[in-house]
């Protein structure tokens, strides 16, 4: 059985840096990519990037280049998303996901995690 | 990038409804469209892929049908736990965008 569990919910201060996890197991963690995605509160998905774990390739909307970092541990079969910065506009629900197959084009977000909520405030 | 705009952006039915909900690309995607439904705190659940294959384990009222920039997710006769979000997300090229979501109530 495919599982993505995500690690739990994070209450931090402006200019804090943060990384919250996502653990697969039950397929080949290597062979297939893993998105994450924003929601905000009371707003909707948001795509912020993926990674192919196998060779840690990652990709990002320009939206979030530059103010997010993904990662990924093929040993201990997890990803990442990590902020150096945080700032309040950045509280919100972090979803991780993988895809349905093993490329990028054509391939939906078929297995979720349960989210970790991340929440910025002085 | 490309844009997906949904319409309506929020819709009132009663159980046994026929609801669609239309999802339009700013350019041409294939048939690479995902629909996703999405409860209150909880996170997304695909429906369907590829524009018009439904996901494996979700009922056959619901259906997709469409290709190139017009798509539509069709639920046939709505069932009470089908009031929910819905979103359309495109796969045809980074970043795969979502759209800004449909709120299915019950009237």
């Known amino acids: 059985e495919v599982q993505l569990v995500q690690s739990g919910a994070e209450v931090k201060k402006p200019g804090d840096s943060l990384k919250i996890s996502c653990k697969a197991s039950g397929y080949s963690f290597p062979d297939y990519w893993i998105a994450w995605v924003r929601q905000m509160p009371g707003k909707g998905l948001e795509w912020m990037g993926i990674i192919y774990p196998g060779d840690s390739d990652s990709r990002y909307s320009p939206s979030f280049q530059g103010q997010v970092t993904i990662s990924a541990d093929k040993s201990i079969t997890t990803a990442y998303l990590q902020w150096s910065s945080l700032k309040a506009s950045d509280t919100a629900m972090y979803y991780c996901?993988?895809?349905?197959?093993?490329?990028?084009?054509?391939?939906?977000?078929?297995?979720w995690g349960q989210g970790t909520l991340v929440t910025v405030s002085s | 990038d490309i844009q997906l705009t949904q319409s309506p952006s929020s819709v009132s039915a009663s159980v046994g409804d026929r609801v669609t909900i239309t999802c339009r690309a700013s350019q041409g995607i294939s048939s690479w469209l995902g629909w996703y439904q999405q409860k209150p705190g909880k996170a997304p659940k695909l429906l369907i892929y590829?524009?018009?294959s439904l996901q494996s384990g979700v009922p056959s009222r619901f259906s997709g049908s469409g290709s190139g920039t017009d798509f539509t997710l069709t639920i046939s006769s709505l069932q009470p736990e089908d009031f929910a979000t819905y979103y359309c997300q495109q796969a045809n090229s980074l970043p795969h965008s979502f759209g800004q979501g449909t709120k299915l109530e019950i009237k």
């Open positions: 996901a993988r895809h349905s197959g093993m490329g990028i084009t054509g391939t939906t977000l078929m297995y």
């Open positions: 590829a524009a018009s």
